[in-house]
Each structure stands twice: as C-alpha cells, then as structure tokens.
C-alpha cells in the first residue's frame, strides 16, 4: 500500500507544475490506470500462499508407513575385505617391525584365486591382523587374543568353524606370540581357546641371540654397528676421488637413524640394511636367558606345532640385507606373485664391487705414492720440491689406508654381522709373538717367540702379536639361529628351509613349497593341517 | 720478483725433461706378499673387542705378482695380477688387472743426494721423514702411526724390500688398535736402461724332450704369472699356445711334435723371454 500512496502523491503535484497540462481528461485515464494496476499488484501479493497459511489446503492425515532398510545377511562381511568362505580361517601374524601387509598378500591368495603352482584353499580371509608392539610379550599376545575372540570368532561362527580349526601362521616374533597365546590358553576359565595348530615361520622359539646383542639393555650394538660402518666408508679421503653409492633407508629405526645422522652426517648416509623396532620392549624377552625365551622353547604345546627354519648361504649378512630392502621398497613382483622373493643376490654384488673398489683405491693410491717418492728422490737438490713430494706421498699414504679399512669392512661386515646374531663365535687368546727378521730377505719366515724382546737380529725385527683362535658357526637365516627356531619338543615337524633369510622366508619359492606340503596332509603328523583346495 | 719465482718452475721443467728424454725401454717384474691386519697396541684380553674389531685381528694374506715397464711412448706403467687375495669365496673372482702410471721401486743411490741421515725433517701435521742409517730404511712417523720403508741392494741398484705400515686408531669402545700392514717383495727382475741388471734367463727341462711334460720356469720369478705361452717351430710358426695356467714355475705338455728344434716363448707383460729345446 505505500507504494500506491507514493504513486499518488507524485501524480498529484504534477499536475500544477507542468504548463503543458491544460486538458484534465488525459490525467483522469492514467490516474485510473495506475491506481488499476495498484490494486492488481496489492492482490497478487496476498495471494502467495506464505502470506496467509490458513488459506492453505491441509494434507491427508492417516498412519505413515515405515519402511525396513535393506541390510546384509549377518554373515559379519564387516570383519573383513572379503567375506570367502570356507572351512577354517588361517590367522596371520606379522614379525617384529611388521603390519598388516606383511602377510596379506598371501593370505589372500590362500583364500582366493591361488598363484602359479599354490591353489587357492577353502579358507575364509580375514585381514592380517596388526598387533601393537610397544609392550611386553604378554601385552601383544592379549591384543592377539582380542582379535581372535571377538573378529576371528564371530567370523567362524557366521561360517560355522570351530574355532579350534582355526590355525595361526606367525612369522618370526609372530610365532613366539602364538605359541605364547598356546600356553595362555591352557587357563581354561579366563580364555576360550581360538585356534587349533600353530605354523611358525623362522621364530625364535629358544631366544635370539640378535635381540640381545642389538637392544639397549643388551649390548647396544646396533648403534655401533652403524657408527662403525659410517666412521669407515664415510671417511673424506674415500670419497675426494670418487663420490661413493649411497643408499639411504626410509625405514629406518629412528634410534638408528640418529646414529646415522650423528656420525655420517646429514645427507651422506649408507646403511646395509634397516632394522625396525629393534629396540622394541618386546625383544628384551627374547634375550636367550630371559625366562620367557627359557621357557617357551622347552614347553610341549597343546596343540600340533610346525616349525620351518631358514638356513641361508652366505653371505648370510648381505643376502639378508637385499631381502629386508626388497621388503621395505615397493613388492611390485609380490604384487602379482606372492612367492617372488626368491631373488637376494643384489647386496651380495654390490659389496664384491666395493671391494674391488676400495682396493684398487688402495693400490692406485699406493702407486702414487711410490710415484711422488720417486720425484721427491729426483728433486733431492731443491729440498723444498722434495718436501712438497714427500708431504703429497703421505697424503696418498693416508687415503690408502682409508681405502685399505674401507675394502676390510666389506670383507668382515658379513662374519661381524653373522657375531652380532650368534651365527660366528670367535674366541682368541694371545700367545706370544710372531717373529721376523729383516737380516734375512731371501727366505722369509715367521718364528714364534715368547716375548717380542726375545725377536732380535742384526739388521731389525718385526714382531706380530700371536693369536691361537677358536671359532664356531652356526647355520641361521640371517636373524634367527636354526637351532632356536627349529627345536621345539613336542612340535610335529621342523622343516628346514634352505637358502633362505629370514625376510625371504614369508615369501619365497621354498614358503610355497612348505605351505603346499602342509595343506596337501603330506607333513607325517601334519594331518590337521590339510585343507582342501577351492 | 716475477722471474724468482719461475725460477725453480724452469729448474723443474729442465729436470723433468731430461728424465723423459732419458726414458727408454725397461720392464722389472716382483711377487709382493703384504700380511695386513689390526693389532692391539698391547697384548690384551680380547674378550672387550667389538666383532668388527675381533675379526680385524685376523691376518690376511695378499700375494701379486706386479710388473713395471716402459712403453713406446717413454711412459713408466705398472699393473699387477693377483696370485692370492684375501677374498671370501661369495665374493667371487678378482677383477683383471689394469695399468697405471707406475715406477718399479728402485734408486741409484740412498739416501738421496743432500739429505742427512737419521734426522727428522718436518713434512706438515706432525709427520716427519727419517733416512735412517743401521738398515737402510726410509720412516715416515706421527705418534704411533709410521710408514717404513727398507731398502736393500738389487744389481747396481737399490730397491725397496719391505714396507711396513702402522696406523694408530682407538675402537669405539676406547681400546687402542693399530691397522697393519707388511709388504715383502721379492727381488726384482728384469732390466733397465742403462743395460741388463739381471736378465731373466728361461729354463725348460727336460732337454732334449721325449713325452714328458716339459717344465717351464724363469730364474728368480717363482710366482710371476705369464700373460702367454706359445711354442713354434724353426720357421717361426705357431705350432702350439695355451692361455695363462697360473704362476711360473709351469708345466706344459705341447703335443703332436714332430722331431726337431723348437722354441717356448713366454709373454711377461710386454716383454717376451724365449729358450729353445730338442724333441725327439
């Protein structure tokens, strides 16, 4: 309405302002015409129906009719990726440092579609579960034991398994917590047994020797291991002729890699190989007299135990080292074949080629230093050509002995690595001297001697320190020896696994052909393994 | 100012090129045996040593056989062949040898000309170079470390017998080491120069020759590896070759002779040594 009253009053001043308007018919039409279509506009706007809701017509009332939503069959498809039938569900638990894909390749084609040479069995998948590492032994075995008595067993029971059908397929640590959890659940009124057979994959059932040598509250020597090797090939005069291969490591324990970062410095950093959750608590009862490790291994379990333990060629430390790199880095090859990892040659190559490197560093630096003697010899009348020489010799001198302890590391890293995992065990013990004499060029040879006062001659001696040495090696998988994860009284079999490592072992050649064998019934005793094929 | 300090450059430039007008044809072979190792500064019970630093003490044993020679152009190489390396079996065979500028260890005289014997001259960073006079040796030390050299006398000659190196390091658990090394050579043959020293001389046994293998060896060069083995006949032709067997002394049982006088030629590097023997 005030747009009407506006209209008006400006119509009606108009008219006494304009000259022109002498007539007052033509003001009467378009006064009447507006004020038509004022009144036209003011209806229109009442008839919006917001304007007046009770003009509104009401709906049909009456009852409403709710309808059910469409929900899976309980068959606990949630639990898992896929919802496979089958006849038994195969638990598989990672190692130390590992996850849920560690095995879930695998486990996936166990239950479906197989690979070349490994049918698919009538198993349900379910995801590899991840248990939590920060805690002792018993805390990751509970987290275990969680999953199995709530996903794995609401999962058998929608398949209608018996639990104790189950079988947990543990590598490494994963098979120590799985005999652990075996021992657990003989407290019959405060766990429900969950599984029925236990296949252990390289587990260090009597102890590791490497826990206690690596971990903090062992030796600490994982740190020095490193430190060690950064001192040596990280030494300038090494790298001022030739920039060495460096590799660097995105798996890496962050306590190693502050070693790393420490000694090599930033940036410039080799490491053989990476070891995760080294220093985990869980390792401390591993230690080889820790009570668990004690123990575990002399207990018969309840239920059919299969160990398979890896016996690698050597060098054990390099093939090892390839593999656990080939793990960290992306399993292309796995991706399609879950049993290609049979490869562990590269890291083998590559320390004969720094080898031959360092020495032949070592033999080009000497050369030249013969050299510059040579010239410091022919400058002998200006004394100061000749000094410039001689200091230029030392300095290839120096680089030599570099090279010369750099070519020394990758010759021992294997048997210092394969100490460090109770696989060598070196005991020497002094016993006099070696004995030379310089007054005798022409038929040299080594005497023994008592004290080095006792090795004199005309023209000069030299004395070696004599050492009577004993040494014994044990067969292991690079990680765990053979006769910690292959010695379990009471266990239906132990099948050896050779040329493997401990990383190969989840996915090689050999881990198909033990798998095959135990589910085709053909393991004598291993009858509850067999599992009939899709 | 300017021409003070060219001067030694055109003193240095003189010498250098009357030593390369000087070069002529030489060829001087050696075996090298080095032991090499770490040693504790005192014995001490090794129960504190570290792995790495344990598996250091074991001694390795390298042997070559090396060769220096002169080549067309008037330079002075060298390579060596590796008779016994300290390599572990995986580590599989050693890569072949390669040439480099190299002179034989030899001198006319020791000490050099001008340099006092058994006193210490000042090198830089603490290390010194002593000529010493009771053996004749040349010794570079600092502190513990030291780099000896001992010379004996070689024809009219002097060349170097023995290196013996010492570096002093601590481990990291604070024990103190020493890295080792002693290389032996054995006397070295061939010739120079001004003339033959000591010129090799082929033996071949026996000779006459009926069926028997034939032993193949050069006096003085027990270990020194050949780099061919050929036999011809009165006219110059090939008539048999075989590749490198290994170290000389070597046996060799060329067949299909018939009667008459042939010669064995080895190949040393560039120099080729040559006897001949009777077949019957």
Redesign the interface.
Known sequence: MPVVLFNFKVFLIMPTSSPRTQSSKPIALVVGLIAALSLMLSWSASAQPCSDPGTLPSLPSGPIAWESPILPAPNLSWAGKTATTGYRILHFLHGLGGSSDSWNLLAARTAFQGSAGYPARQVVYLNPHHYWQNGNALASAMDIDAYLSSVGAAASAAQNIFVEDNILVGHSYGGVLSLLLDSLYQHRYVFDRQFGGIIAFGSAVNGAYMAQALHPSGDN?AV??V??ACITLSNPRLWAPQFPAMRWIPGLDPLLRNAVDQTCGLGSSFVPFALKKFNSPGMVELFPNAPLAKRLGKRTPSVPVVLAYGVED??VF?RTATSMLATDSVGLALASNPFAMDADQEL?TF??QQ??RHE?QA??AL?RA??L??W????????????IA??QA?QA?REA?AA??AA??Y???????K??IGARS?????NGFWC?C?DD??N?SWFPVANASDCSGD??C?T??R?D?ALVEKPSDGVVLAESAGQLQGAVASILMPGTNHQQMRNSSTTRLVLNRLMNGQVAGGAFFATPTR | MKHALLFPAWSLMAITLSHSASAQSSFWTATETTLRGSRLSDLADTAYLLPWDLEALKMRETRTARQWWTDPDGRELTSSQVLLSPREDWMGSPPAPAEQLGSPPMRSSIPPEGVRLDEAMELGSGWTLTWRSATPQQVYSKGDSSIAFSWRPSGNRWSVAAEERIFSRSTLNGLCMQDWSLTERSTLVGYGPSGAESPPSLSLQPNPRGLQELQVSLEGSAGIWPTALRCVDSFGRLTAEQPPQGTLPLTWNPKGLTSGRYTIQIQLGNQTYASSFIQL
Do not use: C, H
Request: hydrophobic share 45%.
């Open positions: 020597l020095a291991f430190e060690d050597e060098p390099w083998v320390a004969s080898f031959d032949s033999s080009d050369q013969q050299n003697r040579t410091a010899w022919i400058l002998s009348p200006t004394l100061v050509g000749a000094l001689e200091w030392i001198e002995a010369d302890k020394a590391w010759l021992d890293a294997n048997n210092s690595y100490q460090l070196m005991t020497l013990n002094a030379r310089l060029p022409n040299p023209d000069g030299i070696i320190p050492y040495y």
